[in-house]
Protein backbone atom coordinates (compact mmCIF):
# COMPACT_ATOMS: atom_id res chain seq x y z
CA UNK A 1 0.00 0.00 0.00
CA UNK A 2 1.18 3.81 -0.97
CA UNK A 3 0.93 6.22 2.41
CA UNK A 4 -1.34 8.80 1.07
CA UNK A 5 0.63 12.13 0.62
CA UNK A 6 1.17 14.50 3.03
CA UNK A 7 -1.10 17.80 3.30
CA UNK A 8 0.79 20.79 1.73
CA UNK A 9 1.01 23.85 4.00
CA UNK A 10 -0.70 26.87 2.92
CA UNK A 11 1.29 29.75 1.17
CA UNK A 12 1.18 32.16 4.05
CA UNK A 13 1.85 29.67 6.27
CA UNK A 14 5.18 28.90 4.45
CA UNK A 15 5.99 32.55 3.34
CA UNK A 16 5.43 34.21 6.82
CA UNK A 17 8.92 35.03 6.57
CA UNK A 18 9.03 37.63 4.17
CA UNK A 19 6.24 40.26 4.36
CA UNK A 20 7.98 42.04 1.43
CA UNK A 21 5.56 43.94 -0.95
CA UNK A 22 4.91 42.35 -4.18
CA UNK A 23 2.65 42.42 -7.76
CA UNK A 24 1.28 39.31 -8.21
CA UNK A 25 -0.06 37.66 -11.68
CA UNK A 26 -2.47 34.66 -11.03
CA UNK A 27 -3.29 32.06 -13.62
CA UNK A 28 -6.37 33.81 -14.83
CA UNK A 29 -3.90 36.93 -15.61
CA UNK A 30 -5.34 39.13 -12.57
CA UNK A 31 -2.90 41.69 -10.82
CA UNK A 32 -2.31 40.98 -6.98
CA UNK A 33 -0.77 44.02 -4.25
CA UNK A 34 0.20 42.09 -1.63
CA UNK A 35 3.07 41.32 1.16
CA UNK A 36 5.24 37.92 -0.47
CA UNK A 37 3.31 35.91 2.26
CA UNK A 38 -0.62 37.17 0.98
CA UNK A 39 -1.38 37.86 4.56
CA UNK A 40 -3.15 40.34 3.00
CA UNK A 41 -4.07 41.49 -0.44
CA UNK A 42 -5.52 43.86 -2.90
CA UNK A 43 -6.31 43.46 -6.03
CA UNK A 44 -5.50 45.76 -8.64
CA UNK A 45 -6.39 44.19 -11.92
CA UNK A 46 -8.88 41.95 -13.01
CA UNK A 47 -8.69 41.18 -17.25
CA UNK A 48 -11.72 42.66 -18.93
CA UNK A 49 -13.97 40.37 -20.90
CA UNK A 50 -11.83 38.26 -23.26
CA UNK A 51 -8.72 40.53 -22.72
CA UNK A 52 -5.13 38.83 -21.22
CA UNK A 53 -2.40 40.12 -19.63
CA UNK A 54 0.98 40.23 -21.84
CA UNK A 55 3.81 41.75 -19.63
CA UNK A 56 4.45 43.74 -16.22
CA UNK A 57 6.95 45.78 -15.63
CA UNK A 58 7.50 47.65 -12.15
CA UNK A 59 9.00 51.33 -11.92
CA UNK A 60 12.52 51.97 -10.77
CA UNK A 61 10.92 53.34 -7.61
CA UNK A 62 8.90 50.67 -6.58
CA UNK A 63 6.00 52.75 -6.26
CA UNK A 64 4.16 51.83 -9.31
CA UNK A 65 3.79 48.99 -12.17
CA UNK A 66 2.71 49.28 -15.77
CA UNK A 67 1.46 46.29 -17.82
CA UNK A 68 0.13 45.61 -21.15
CA UNK A 69 -2.95 43.55 -22.16
CA UNK A 70 -4.78 42.52 -25.10
CA UNK A 71 -8.13 40.62 -26.32
CA UNK A 72 -7.02 37.62 -28.23
CA UNK A 73 -7.59 37.74 -31.60
CA UNK A 74 -7.28 41.41 -31.95
CA UNK A 75 -4.03 43.30 -32.95
CA UNK A 76 -4.75 46.47 -30.60
CA UNK A 77 -2.64 46.25 -27.28
CA UNK A 78 -3.60 48.26 -23.83
CA UNK A 79 -1.11 50.07 -21.42
CA UNK A 80 -2.13 50.52 -17.86
CA UNK A 81 -0.67 51.74 -14.93
CA UNK A 82 -1.47 52.02 -11.11
CA UNK A 83 0.28 53.78 -8.42
CA UNK A 84 0.87 52.90 -4.87
CA UNK A 85 -2.06 54.37 -4.04
CA UNK A 86 -4.12 54.87 -6.81
CA UNK A 87 -6.18 52.42 -9.20
CA UNK A 88 -5.62 50.78 -12.70
CA UNK A 89 -6.16 53.49 -15.15
CA UNK A 90 -5.62 52.64 -19.37
CA UNK A 91 -2.74 55.01 -20.16
CA UNK A 92 -2.50 54.21 -23.92
CA UNK A 93 -3.99 51.81 -26.44
CA UNK A 94 -1.65 51.19 -29.65
CA UNK A 95 -0.92 48.72 -32.57
CA UNK A 96 2.31 46.63 -31.83
CA UNK A 97 5.26 46.30 -34.35
CA UNK A 98 5.11 42.81 -35.95
CA UNK A 99 8.55 42.66 -37.31
CA UNK A 100 7.48 40.01 -39.48
CA UNK A 101 5.92 42.43 -41.63
CA UNK A 102 9.68 43.38 -42.66
CA UNK A 103 11.19 40.11 -42.76
CA UNK A 104 12.65 39.89 -39.60
CA UNK A 105 12.08 36.77 -37.48
CA UNK A 106 10.90 37.33 -34.16
CA UNK A 107 8.42 35.60 -31.89
CA UNK A 108 7.52 36.37 -28.19
CA UNK A 109 4.74 34.40 -26.37
CA UNK A 110 1.95 36.46 -25.48
CA UNK A 111 1.66 35.84 -21.80
CA UNK A 112 4.30 36.60 -18.38
CA UNK A 113 6.91 34.19 -18.65
CA UNK A 114 10.10 32.90 -17.98
CA UNK A 115 10.93 34.23 -21.12
CA UNK A 116 9.96 37.80 -20.25
CA UNK A 117 13.01 40.23 -19.96
CA UNK A 118 14.95 41.61 -17.00
CA UNK A 119 13.12 39.08 -14.56
CA UNK A 120 13.51 40.12 -10.83
CA UNK A 121 11.10 38.11 -9.14
CA UNK A 122 9.47 34.53 -10.53
CA UNK A 123 7.90 33.11 -13.11
CA UNK A 124 5.60 29.49 -12.88
CA UNK A 125 4.56 29.47 -16.26
CA UNK A 126 7.16 28.31 -19.76
CA UNK A 127 5.14 28.80 -22.74
CA UNK A 128 5.86 26.68 -25.53
CA UNK A 129 6.59 26.58 -29.19
CA UNK A 130 3.18 26.98 -30.09
CA UNK A 131 2.50 29.79 -27.52
CA UNK A 132 4.70 31.74 -29.15
CA UNK A 133 2.96 34.97 -31.48
CA UNK A 134 4.34 37.04 -33.94
CA UNK A 135 4.28 40.64 -32.22
CA UNK A 136 6.56 42.64 -29.83
CA UNK A 137 5.74 43.67 -26.49
CA UNK A 138 8.73 46.16 -25.81
CA UNK A 139 8.23 48.69 -23.43
CA UNK A 140 10.13 49.91 -20.45
CA UNK A 141 10.21 52.50 -17.27
CA UNK A 142 12.14 55.92 -18.00
CA UNK A 143 14.99 56.01 -15.13
CA UNK A 144 13.04 58.54 -13.17
CA UNK A 145 9.63 56.84 -13.26
CA UNK A 146 7.63 59.57 -14.41
CA UNK A 147 7.15 57.64 -17.85
CA UNK A 148 7.02 54.91 -20.09
CA UNK A 149 8.78 54.16 -23.18
CA UNK A 150 6.55 52.29 -25.48
CA UNK A 151 7.26 50.73 -29.19
CA UNK A 152 4.50 50.58 -31.31
CA UNK A 153 3.82 50.16 -34.96
CA UNK A 154 5.08 53.51 -36.02
CA UNK A 155 7.98 53.80 -33.54
CA UNK A 156 8.93 54.96 -29.82
CA UNK A 157 6.54 57.45 -27.68
CA UNK A 158 6.84 58.73 -24.35
CA UNK A 159 4.22 57.77 -22.38
CA UNK A 160 3.83 60.12 -18.98
CA UNK A 161 2.27 58.53 -16.21
CA UNK A 162 -0.41 61.35 -16.17
CA UNK A 163 -1.63 59.85 -19.60
CA UNK A 164 0.05 62.30 -22.06
CA UNK A 165 2.21 61.11 -24.84
CA UNK A 166 4.78 62.40 -27.36
CA UNK A 167 6.69 60.66 -30.10
CA UNK A 168 10.50 60.06 -29.22
CA UNK A 169 12.10 58.37 -32.53
CA UNK A 170 10.39 56.41 -35.64
CA UNK A 171 12.81 53.76 -34.99
CA UNK A 172 10.78 50.01 -35.05
CA UNK A 173 12.07 48.22 -31.83
CA UNK A 174 11.22 45.21 -31.35
CA UNK A 175 13.22 45.12 -27.71
CA UNK A 176 13.74 47.91 -25.20
CA UNK A 177 16.43 47.12 -22.12
CA UNK A 178 17.11 49.85 -19.70
CA UNK A 179 20.62 49.40 -18.89
CA UNK A 180 20.26 50.06 -14.83
CA UNK A 181 21.18 52.24 -13.40
CA UNK A 182 23.02 53.75 -16.11
CA UNK A 183 20.07 56.70 -17.90
CA UNK A 184 20.01 54.84 -21.24
CA UNK A 185 18.47 51.57 -23.12
CA UNK A 186 19.82 49.11 -25.71
CA UNK A 187 17.26 49.29 -28.63
CA UNK A 188 16.96 46.01 -30.97
CA UNK A 189 15.75 48.17 -34.06
CA UNK A 190 14.45 46.79 -37.83
CA UNK A 191 16.61 48.70 -40.34
CA UNK A 192 16.78 47.60 -43.76
CA UNK A 193 19.22 45.00 -44.65
CA UNK A 194 22.53 46.59 -45.61
CA UNK A 195 21.91 50.09 -44.08
CA UNK A 196 25.34 51.61 -43.46
CA UNK A 197 24.92 53.09 -39.65
CA UNK A 198 25.85 56.96 -39.26
CA UNK A 199 29.52 57.71 -37.93
CA UNK A 200 29.66 59.24 -35.09
CA UNK A 201 31.55 62.76 -35.21
CA UNK A 202 35.00 62.88 -32.61
CA UNK A 203 32.28 65.36 -30.70
CA UNK A 204 30.27 65.27 -27.09
CA UNK A 205 26.54 63.90 -26.67
CA UNK A 206 23.65 66.11 -27.26
CA UNK A 207 26.05 68.52 -29.85
CA UNK A 208 28.17 67.05 -31.48
CA UNK A 209 28.03 63.22 -32.04
CA UNK A 210 25.44 62.60 -34.89
CA UNK A 211 22.49 60.98 -33.84
CA UNK A 212 20.88 58.39 -36.23
CA UNK A 213 18.05 59.58 -38.68
CA UNK A 214 15.11 58.46 -38.23
CA UNK A 215 14.00 57.69 -41.21
CA UNK A 216 13.38 56.38 -43.50
CA UNK A 217 11.87 53.15 -42.23
CA UNK A 218 12.16 49.69 -43.71
CA UNK A 219 9.95 49.08 -46.31
CA UNK A 220 7.29 46.31 -45.59
CA UNK A 221 8.10 42.63 -47.25
CA UNK A 222 11.54 44.21 -47.93
CA UNK A 223 14.52 43.14 -46.79
CA UNK A 224 15.73 44.40 -42.97
CA UNK A 225 17.59 42.80 -39.97
CA UNK A 226 17.86 43.51 -36.26
CA UNK A 227 20.28 45.82 -35.13
CA UNK A 228 21.52 47.25 -32.12
CA UNK A 229 21.16 51.32 -31.36
CA UNK A 230 20.88 53.31 -27.96
CA UNK A 231 18.40 55.33 -27.05
CA UNK A 232 19.36 58.62 -24.87
CA UNK A 233 16.61 60.81 -23.52
CA UNK A 234 17.43 64.14 -23.20
CA UNK A 235 15.66 66.67 -22.35
CA UNK A 236 14.48 68.69 -25.33
CA UNK A 237 14.86 65.64 -27.78
CA UNK A 238 15.30 61.95 -27.34
CA UNK A 239 18.27 60.82 -29.43
CA UNK A 240 19.46 57.13 -31.18
CA UNK A 241 23.09 55.85 -31.49
CA UNK A 242 24.31 53.34 -33.38
CA UNK A 243 25.74 50.84 -31.03
CA UNK A 244 26.10 47.58 -33.82
CA UNK A 245 29.03 45.84 -32.05
CA UNK A 246 26.42 45.56 -28.62
CA UNK A 247 25.44 42.32 -28.75
CA UNK A 248 22.02 42.30 -26.88
CA UNK A 249 23.14 38.66 -25.36
CA UNK A 250 26.68 40.07 -24.26
CA UNK A 251 27.44 40.19 -20.38
CA UNK A 252 27.26 43.65 -19.33
CA UNK A 253 27.04 45.53 -16.21
CA UNK A 254 26.55 49.21 -15.59
CA UNK A 255 26.78 52.22 -12.78
CA UNK A 256 24.74 55.26 -12.56
CA UNK A 257 26.94 56.67 -15.49
CA UNK A 258 28.59 53.94 -17.40
CA UNK A 259 27.14 50.85 -19.44
CA UNK A 260 29.94 48.27 -20.22
CA UNK A 261 29.99 45.20 -22.29
CA UNK A 262 32.15 42.62 -23.61
CA UNK A 263 32.86 41.97 -27.75
CA UNK A 264 35.33 40.05 -29.17
CA UNK A 265 36.96 39.27 -26.19
CA UNK A 266 36.99 42.95 -24.77
CA UNK A 267 36.07 45.06 -22.41
CA UNK A 268 33.77 48.34 -23.83
CA UNK A 269 32.07 50.93 -22.05
CA UNK A 270 29.79 53.49 -23.60
CA UNK A 271 28.73 56.33 -21.29
CA UNK A 272 25.94 58.93 -20.13
CA UNK A 273 27.56 61.58 -21.78
CA UNK A 274 29.53 59.77 -24.98
CA UNK A 275 27.58 56.83 -26.94
CA UNK A 276 30.57 56.02 -28.51
CA UNK A 277 32.05 52.41 -27.12
CA UNK A 278 35.48 52.59 -26.57
CA UNK A 279 37.42 49.27 -25.21
CA UNK A 280 38.82 49.50 -21.72
CA UNK A 281 40.49 46.10 -21.38
CA UNK A 282 41.34 42.68 -22.50
CA UNK A 283 39.16 40.31 -20.70
CA UNK A 284 41.64 37.38 -21.37
CA UNK A 285 39.09 34.94 -23.35
CA UNK A 286 35.80 34.35 -22.51
CA UNK A 287 34.01 36.42 -19.68
CA UNK A 288 31.69 34.18 -17.51
CA UNK A 289 30.53 37.12 -15.55
CA UNK A 290 30.23 41.12 -15.39
CA UNK A 291 29.49 43.06 -12.58
CA UNK A 292 30.29 46.10 -10.99
CA UNK A 293 31.67 47.67 -7.04
CA UNK A 294 29.94 50.95 -6.40
CA UNK A 295 31.74 52.13 -3.85
CA UNK A 296 34.69 52.22 -5.80
CA UNK A 297 33.68 53.05 -9.01
CA UNK A 298 35.54 49.84 -10.63
CA UNK A 299 33.70 47.27 -13.08
CA UNK A 300 34.56 43.53 -12.24
CA UNK A 301 34.85 40.39 -14.81
CA UNK A 302 35.52 37.03 -14.26
CA UNK A 303 37.25 35.08 -17.00
CA UNK A 304 39.11 32.15 -17.59
CA UNK A 305 41.82 33.66 -16.15
CA UNK A 306 40.73 34.82 -13.22
CA UNK A 307 38.40 38.01 -11.23
CA UNK A 308 39.69 41.31 -12.48
CA UNK A 309 38.96 44.77 -11.69
CA UNK A 310 39.10 48.45 -13.41
CA UNK A 311 38.53 51.78 -12.72
CA UNK A 312 35.11 53.43 -13.74
CA UNK A 313 37.44 56.52 -15.66
CA UNK A 314 40.74 55.33 -15.95
CA UNK A 315 43.40 52.82 -14.70
CA UNK A 316 44.45 50.02 -15.93
CA UNK A 317 42.96 46.24 -15.46
CA UNK A 318 44.11 44.43 -12.02
CA UNK A 319 44.15 41.18 -11.06
CA UNK A 320 41.93 40.59 -7.73
CA UNK A 321 41.89 36.65 -7.66
CA UNK A 322 43.18 33.69 -9.51
CA UNK A 323 41.50 30.58 -8.31
CA UNK A 324 43.75 27.21 -9.02
CA UNK A 325 42.60 24.90 -11.81
CA UNK A 326 40.35 26.43 -14.52
CA UNK A 327 37.08 28.91 -14.32
CA UNK A 328 34.45 28.09 -15.45
CA UNK A 329 31.48 29.54 -14.20
CA UNK A 330 30.55 33.27 -12.43
CA UNK A 331 27.68 34.30 -11.08
CA UNK A 332 26.85 37.15 -8.23
CA UNK A 333 23.80 37.11 -5.30
CA UNK A 334 21.62 39.14 -6.79
CA UNK A 335 22.19 41.92 -4.26
CA UNK A 336 25.99 41.82 -6.15
CA UNK A 337 26.88 41.91 -2.60
CA UNK A 338 28.93 38.09 -3.20
CA UNK A 339 30.67 36.82 -6.42
CA UNK A 340 31.21 32.75 -6.81
CA UNK A 341 33.92 32.00 -9.22
CA UNK A 342 34.17 28.14 -10.21
CA UNK A 343 37.20 26.08 -10.53
CA UNK A 344 38.90 23.42 -8.78
CA UNK A 345 36.75 24.95 -5.58
CA UNK A 346 34.50 27.85 -5.40
CA UNK A 347 35.72 31.40 -4.54
CA UNK A 348 34.03 33.53 -2.70
CA UNK A 349 34.58 37.00 -3.14
CA UNK A 350 32.63 39.48 -0.96
CA UNK A 351 32.79 42.71 -2.97
CA UNK A 352 32.54 45.17 -0.43
CA UNK A 353 35.64 43.46 1.66
CA UNK A 354 37.51 42.99 -1.42
CA UNK A 355 38.32 39.85 -0.25
CA UNK A 356 37.51 35.89 -1.00
CA UNK A 357 37.85 32.56 0.82
CA UNK A 358 38.25 29.58 -0.99
CA UNK A 359 35.37 26.75 -0.16
CA UNK A 360 36.22 23.30 -1.03
CA UNK A 361 33.42 21.90 -3.85
CA UNK A 362 32.71 18.55 -2.24
CA UNK A 363 31.90 17.02 -5.77
CA UNK A 364 29.15 19.70 -6.13
CA UNK A 365 28.83 21.70 -9.29
CA UNK A 366 27.35 25.79 -8.01
CA UNK A 367 25.67 27.16 -10.39
CA UNK A 368 23.82 30.10 -8.42
CA UNK A 369 24.59 32.00 -5.12
CA UNK A 370 21.94 33.35 -2.73
CA UNK A 371 22.52 35.89 0.03
CA UNK A 372 20.25 35.55 3.26
CA UNK A 373 19.02 38.99 4.86
CA UNK A 374 21.67 37.86 7.51
CA UNK A 375 24.66 37.07 4.93
CA UNK A 376 24.45 33.20 5.46
CA UNK A 377 24.89 32.10 1.80
CA UNK A 378 23.54 29.43 -0.05
CA UNK A 379 24.55 27.78 -3.15
CA UNK A 380 22.35 25.69 -6.11
CA UNK A 381 24.33 23.47 -7.10
CA UNK A 382 24.45 19.56 -7.56
CA UNK A 383 26.24 16.44 -8.34
CA UNK A 384 26.75 15.86 -12.18
CA UNK A 385 24.19 14.59 -13.72
CA UNK A 386 21.90 14.50 -10.57
CA UNK A 387 19.27 16.81 -10.45
CA UNK A 388 19.73 20.81 -8.52
CA UNK A 389 20.20 20.98 -5.28
CA UNK A 390 20.72 23.23 -2.30
CA UNK A 391 23.96 23.46 -0.15
CA UNK A 392 25.03 25.69 2.66
CA UNK A 393 28.10 27.62 2.11
CA UNK A 394 30.32 27.26 5.68
CA UNK A 395 32.98 29.94 5.60
CA UNK A 396 34.16 28.66 8.56
CA UNK A 397 35.06 24.91 8.08
CA UNK A 398 35.65 25.92 3.59
CA UNK A 399 33.03 23.75 2.38
CA UNK A 400 29.78 23.16 0.69
CA UNK A 401 27.31 21.40 3.28
CA UNK A 402 24.33 19.56 0.95
CA UNK A 403 21.11 19.91 1.77
CA UNK A 404 18.33 17.41 1.52
CA UNK A 405 16.60 18.93 -1.58
CA UNK A 406 13.09 18.14 -2.97
CA UNK A 407 13.89 16.47 -6.59
CA UNK A 408 12.30 18.20 -8.97
CA UNK A 409 12.65 17.92 -12.66
CA UNK A 410 13.62 21.26 -14.73
CA UNK A 411 14.07 23.25 -11.76
CA UNK A 412 14.44 26.87 -11.37
CA UNK A 413 14.65 28.55 -8.13
CA UNK A 414 13.28 31.94 -7.04
CA UNK A 415 14.62 33.85 -4.42
CA UNK A 416 11.62 36.16 -2.86
CA UNK A 417 11.66 40.12 -2.67
CA UNK A 418 12.58 40.36 0.67
CA UNK A 419 15.18 37.64 0.24
CA UNK A 420 14.31 35.23 3.36
CA UNK A 421 12.91 32.31 0.70
CA UNK A 422 13.73 30.40 -1.55
CA UNK A 423 11.27 28.78 -4.02
CA UNK A 424 12.12 25.66 -5.88
CA UNK A 425 9.52 24.81 -8.90
CA UNK A 426 9.35 23.52 -12.64
CA UNK A 427 7.97 25.74 -14.66
CA UNK A 428 5.76 24.94 -17.00
CA UNK A 429 3.08 26.05 -19.82
CA UNK A 430 0.36 25.47 -16.65
CA UNK A 431 1.62 26.94 -13.40
CA UNK A 432 2.63 24.23 -10.73
CA UNK A 433 0.50 23.21 -8.66
CA UNK A 434 2.57 22.98 -5.57
CA UNK A 435 6.09 24.56 -4.94
CA UNK A 436 8.97 23.90 -2.42
CA UNK A 437 9.67 26.76 -0.22
CA UNK A 438 13.02 26.47 1.92
CA UNK A 439 13.28 29.21 5.19
CA UNK A 440 17.04 30.08 4.62
CA UNK A 441 16.88 31.34 8.42
CA UNK A 442 14.76 28.09 9.61
CA UNK A 443 17.02 26.19 7.38
CA UNK A 444 13.63 23.76 6.44
CA UNK A 445 11.86 22.98 3.68
CA UNK A 446 7.73 23.27 3.36
CA UNK A 447 5.80 21.95 0.59
CA UNK A 448 3.02 25.02 -0.52
CA UNK A 449 0.03 24.21 -2.21
CA UNK A 450 -0.15 27.25 -5.76
CA UNK A 451 -2.52 29.76 -4.57
CA UNK A 452 -3.26 30.26 -8.25
CA UNK A 453 -0.15 32.21 -9.17
CA UNK A 454 1.57 32.71 -12.31
CA UNK A 455 4.17 34.86 -11.02
CA UNK A 456 5.26 37.70 -9.23
CA UNK A 457 7.76 40.74 -9.31
CA UNK A 458 8.69 42.98 -6.48
CA UNK A 459 8.06 46.27 -5.67
CA UNK A 460 11.08 47.48 -4.36
CA UNK A 461 13.54 49.75 -5.55
CA UNK A 462 16.27 49.23 -8.33
Do not use: K
Request: glycine share 10%; proline share 9%.
Amino acid sequence: LLAAPARAASWSDACAGDSAATVFFTAEGALVRAPFDLATRETLWTPPGGERLVRVRVSPDGRQVAWLSRIEGRDSTTLWMAGDSSAARPLARYLPLRPGLYGVLHYEAPVPGTQDPDIRGGRLVQPGVRDRGLDAFAFAWTPDSRAIVLAHASGLSAVATDGSAFAVSGTLAAAIEPLDPAPFYLVRAIVARGQAPPTAADEALGEQVTPMPSGPAPARGGRAELRSELLYPLPHRWRVYAASDFDPDARRAASDVTAWFVSGGRLRAVRADDPRARVVADVGGRALWLGVDPARREVLWVSERGLFARGEEAGAAHALARPPGTIHAAFASRDGAVVGVVADSLLVWDVAAAQGQSVALGGLDPVALFRAPGGALFALAGARGRPASLARVDLDAHTLRPIDTPVVGNADVAQSPGGALLLLYAPGQLPSARLHVYDMAQQRWSEVDNPGLAGWEPLTPR
